[in-house]
């Protein structure tokens, strides 16, 4: 199974401590998506190209994404723009009452012609809002242990909650893409320098 990250969504799940950050890190450590921007809430990320946001919850956070994300993605050149654009911790903006904001919806919507490729991180499908598992050409997802995540990811795709809920091992993952997905190893472990 390929994984396309540029020009498509990517959106990547895991419980803490499972791996999600590690595989984040790992693919925008790649020489080939040195071109990216990552939305470091958390500030855990500091070997990559960053923006540590001022609002960490509620409307304000939700407004300062809107800002940057048309600030440094939609409202620029396609020369300046990153060609990985990724949210940590969208559930603090997108919830599973909430949408995403627009210029998000925006980089969803017209990823490939802007040129950008949108990586989502969250802990669970069952927090965000529905269209960030259902609009992504990818789905990235680690252990997760809840009925209603199963649920959720038995909707998108037949069986993928039992896969992920019931037979990962630590540090595996799930590629899903499409109607089909497929288990793979852990990636190796970052060093807080960005090398393998």
Request: glycine share 8%; proline share 6%.
């Amino acid at each position: 199974m390929k994984l396309e990250v540029k020009n498509s969504h990517t959106a990547v799940f895991g419980l803490k401590g499972e791996g999600k950050s590690n595989w984040t890190q790992w693919l925008l450590s790649k020489p080939q998506f040195s071109a990216h921007l990552i939305y470091d809430l958390c500030r855990e990320h500091d070997v990559l190209n960053r923006y540590i946001p001022t609002h960490r919850r509620g409307d304000k956070a939700a407004d300062e994404l809107n800002e940057v994300a048309t600030r440094m993605v939609v409202g620029v050149d396609r020369d300046r723009r990153p060609e990985i654009f990724a949210l940590e911790e969208l559930s603090r903006f997108c919830g599973p009452n909430s949408p995403p904001p627009e210029a998000v919806y925006e980089i969803i919507d017209m990823n490939r012609h802007y040129g950008v490729g949108l990586v989502t991180v969250a802990r669970r499908p069952a927090q965000v809002h529905t269209d960030i598992t259902e609009l992504a050409d990818n789905i990235i997802i680690f252990p997760l242990s809840g009925s209603n995540d199963r649920r959720k990811l038995n909707n998108t795709i037949d069986g993928l909650g039992d896969t992920v809920v019931d037979e990962l091992g630590e540090y595996e993952y799930v590629i899903a893409q499409g109607r089909d997905y497929k288990i793979h190893r852990p990636v190796p472990e970052m060093d807080t320098t960005g090398r393998l």
